[in-house]
Structures are given as C-alpha cells and as structure tokens.
C-alpha cells in the first residue's frame, strides 16, 4: 500500500485536464511517483485542439534500471504469495479501476483523440473486464503427473519467469497493457510497462491505481522514446520476457535483441485484415458490420482494421453505396462531445502519413474514393487532426494501399466472382492477425475459416479483441497468443519438471 501522498485525487475525477496536469512529469517506480533521473520531460497534446496537455517524464536507461531493480526485488516476495492470493489481487484492481472507468475513459479521449462514447468509454470497461477474468484464473496455474517409471514421481510445476518488460502502443493503451500485465501478475511475474510517447496519461493513472493494491514494485511505469527508453528495458540483464506490441519494423528490432539474451517475447504486430462478403449475406447487418469491422468511430487506427473488403459482385455496388452513406451520417467532432461517433487521429506524424497514402490513391489511374462525414465547423477545433473516411474502389491489387498496413480511416473494396479466388487474395498479404466472413451458408464460411491464413478469423461478426478469446496473429503480424488462459500459462511462465525417485 502506498504511503506518500499522492499528486493525483484519491477519488474519481471527471476534470480530465486537471488530472492530465497532476500525473505531469512522472514515472511510478517502486510504489511511487518519481520524475525522470534527467530531469527532462515532454509534451502530450491534445490531437483535437492541438494544445499541451501535460508533460511526460522522459525516461532513459537510468530510469530503465531503476524501474527493473525495484520490479526485481518485488518479484521474489511476490512469487511465494499463493497464486488464487495473486488473483485476489489483481481481481481488487479490476474492481477499483471498474470505480474510475468514467475517468479513465474521459482522460484517454483528451490525450488519444479517440470519441468517448463510441471509443474510450468502451475500452475503459474492458480494461476492468479484463483484470477480472485472468484475477480468476491463478488456481489454473496447474502441473502435470507424468508417468515416467513406476518408483519415479515425476510432476511438473509453473513457474514465472520474473520481471517481465512491456510495451504498448497508443491507439488502445490501457486495453493493450492489461492484456500484458494482468496475465504477468497472476503468473507471478513483476512488470515494467513503458508506455507509447503519444499517450502515457491514462496508463499512468491506471498504474498508480494498481499501486493502492499491488506491493510495491509489482507494477513499474516507465515514459519515453523507443530508442532511449524501450531498448534499455528489451535489453536490460534482469528482464527475463518482453511482450511487445506495435509495428513489424519495431517488432523485427525487438526479436533480435530478445534473441541475444535468449530470452522469450511475444509479439503482437500489424495488419492488414480481409474482409469477404458473399451476395447470401444478411446485407443490413453486414454493412453495419463493415463499419465495426474498419474501426471507423476509431479512426481505423487498429491492426484488425478491415482495410480490405471484398465483396461478391452481384451485391458490390448496393454494398459500397449503403457503406459510404452510413459512414456518411456520422458524427465528427470533439472527442469528449456525447454526440461525437469519431474523433481524430493520434498525431500529426500519422496524420500525415495517412494522408500521403490517402493522396497516393488518389492519384491512382482508375481508382474512386468515396469521402465520407464532414470535417467539423467548430473553431475551437480548427488544428484538430480530424481526417475524413475514405472508401476506395478501382486499385490495382498492388497499390500500397492495398498491401501496406495505413492505420487511418482508409479502405479499399474490391468485388469478386470467385471463392476460391478471392481466398487466395485474402491470403495473399505478409500479415496474418484477423479476418471476418459474412455468409449465411456456413458450410462454406467454415470451410473458407479453415483456409484463411489469419490468427482470427469471425463468421457474421467482427468483434474488437476480448478476454478469454485466444488473440495473436501469423506471418507478420507476430508471435504469440494474449487474452486467454493459454496466453498466461505458455507466455509468463516456464515448465519445471520434479523428479522423485523413491526406490
């Protein structure tokens, strides 16, 4: 329990700006905030205004260090605690963070741009969710009986592996770091999250929470850049896993220095997710479906954007018409707005980006684009980086567009006449995280579910990742599962085997 005074309310805020400015400057390393041993910092925006909204420590090797000895010593204590005790723990957390869900959902739209009741609000809830269920899962951290000889008891024990290094992105922050940690804690581990540089407010928050409960040292949270604070953590002599998310580049760098140390890591990468939808599909369903599916209320910022749809010819006009116009009807606008179905993209390093490929199909021979929901009229929010949706028809099968990962609200469709021709475009891509089917003859999506080459894959449905369903791609889009008990047991633990021989 912590026994400092805190620069944070005790009690659940809904003045985000003011809580954005008490998490300012700080890590939380050893139970405790602590600025950065450089005294440097940087500024968070708000990428619907454009304004600094706090600034975050700027973490570095020193801070890296500390962080990992306090994780270290923590560690030790923490393992010999029973592990249903662990999960009683951890299931406290869920319960607390359920209590500051509205917070924690208002604070993450001010610094992520992401609308609140479409987006933020619903990754704060499972956020909660998501502590609860592996909470409950620390009495399966079983062995085994292995009948080896009959005068040898031989067992098998969990065991976990110790300080555990994350590092999350900033497009669902806090639903990406529990992912990581809640499994990491159960299982006896200690963490060190560094956060994303674009969004290290709401991940604090949770931190310092957990902190109320956990000991401390259980749980570090570091800010800074990847080179100056996310290698030191890969790299450093007592991180004994690493669980990375974001993209494949980084996620290449990753790998290797983990290889060097020989040390295991999950990873979970980009995508570029098919979407194929045959004329028998219920049609009303599956263009709402389409719009889940794309992220659009998320700006399509999600590896398991349907950034490609194919769509069966007989119904392809009907289905890019009826598409654009729902899109169309939508609501851009300030994130913290109840009225708001889509706020903005994270910053103005992806907004550009997006833009460049936006541009780039555009100026493609053949190809239409379809510009949906407009822009929003208000002043105040006039330096926002607010992009409008794109639908593009026309591409050549080898434009960027189609076989790179964008990450923005921009989807190509495409029709077809063949199933098994339009499976081999679907499997024809380096990444492999998601897919969806939208069918009413299932003999046909289970079998085409079969042959898809992606870590997930939904008939008639595209849900956003949820605890106890097994996530994690194949190809490119990385290595490893999360969200499941599988996850925890095969990602944060190693296999001990205890041989007795009593002869």
């Known amino acids: 329990m912590l026994d400092q005074p805190m620069p944070t309310p005790s009690a659940p805020t809904l003045d985000q700006n003011a809580l954005a400015r008490a998490l300012s400057g700080h890590h939380f390393i050893g139970g405790r905030f602590v600025p950065a041993q450089s005294g440097r910092s940087f500024a968070v925006h708000n990428p619907a205004t454009g304004a600094e909204i706090a600034r975050a420590a700027e973490g570095d090797a020193a801070d890296v260090d500390a962080a990992v000895v306090n994780a270290a010593a923590a560690q030790k204590d923490w393992a010999k605690l029973p592990a249903r005790k662990r999960g009683a723990l951890v299931s406290q957390c869920a319960a607390l963070i359920g209590t500051h869900a ?15 009741r479409t987006e933020s609000r619903v990754e704060a809830n499972v956020v909660a969710d998501i502590f609860s269920f592996f909470g409950g899962l620390g009495s399966e951290l079983k062995g085994e009986s292995v009948p080896f000889a009959p005068d040898v008891l031989s067992v098998t024990v969990r065991e976990p592996l110790g300080v555990v290094g994350a590092i999350i992105p900033w497009n669902v922050p806090m639903l990406l770091m529990a992912l990581k940690i809640a499994p990491a804690l159960v299982a006896g581990n200690t963490v060190v999250v560094k956060s994303a540089e674009e969004a290290p407010l709401a991940v604090l928050r949770v931190c310092e929470l957990m902190n109320r409960i956990l000991p401390p040292g259980c749980f570090n949270m570091l800010s800074g850049f990847g080179p100056e604070c996310g290698a030191p953590l890969v790299a450093h002599p007592k991180v004994r896993k690493v669980t990375f998310t974001g993209s494949v580049e980084v996620g290449r760098i990753v790998a290797v220095a983990a290889a060097e140390k020989l040390i295991p890591v999950t990873l979970e990468l980009g995508g570029k997710s098919p979407m194929l939808v045959f004329a028998d599909c219920d049609f009303e369903k599956t263009v709402m479906g389409a719009i889940t599916s794309m992220r659009f209320t998320r700006q399509g910022q999600s590896c398991t954007a349907a950034s490609r749809i194919y769509v069966e010819r007989p119904i392809f006009d ?18 913290l707005d109840e009225k708001t179905d889509i706020g903005t993209i ?22 239409k684009a379809l510009v949906c929901s407009a822009l929003p009229t208000d002043p105040a929010l006039k330096k926002g980086l607010f992009l409008q949706p794109h639908i593009f028809t026309g591409l050549t ?29 679907a499997n024809d891509s380096e990444y492999g995280l998601a897919a969806s089917l939208w069918t009413n003859n299932l003999k046909r999506g289970l079998d085409l579910a079969h042959r898809l080459e992606a870590g997930l894959v939904q008939i008639n449905q595209n849900l956003v990742v949820q605890a106890n369903l097994s996530y994690g791609g194949v190809k490119s889009s990385g290595l490893g599962k999360e969200a499941s008990l599988e996850a925890m047991q095969e990602h944060f633990t190693h296999k001990k085997t205890i041989m007795v021989n009593y002869g």
Do not use: H, W, Y
Not at 318 to 335: H, Q, S, T, Y
């Open 102 to 116: 509205e917070e924690l959902a208002r604070l993450i739209a001010l610094e992520t741009g992401k609308a609140l």
């Open 397 to 425: 099968r080898e434009s960027r567009l189609v076989r790179e990962e964008i990450f923005g609200p921009v989807t190509c469709v495409f029709p077809f006449d063949d199933a098994e021709a339009v499976l081999a475009e």
């Open 318 to 335: 009907r289905f890019v018409a009826a598409l654009a116009e729902k899109v169309n009807a939508m609501v851009m606008g300030d994130p």
């Open 346 to 367: 994270i910053s103005e390093g992806q907004f550009e980006k997006v833009k460049s490929f936006i541009a780039e199909g555009a100026a493609t021979p053949g190809a």
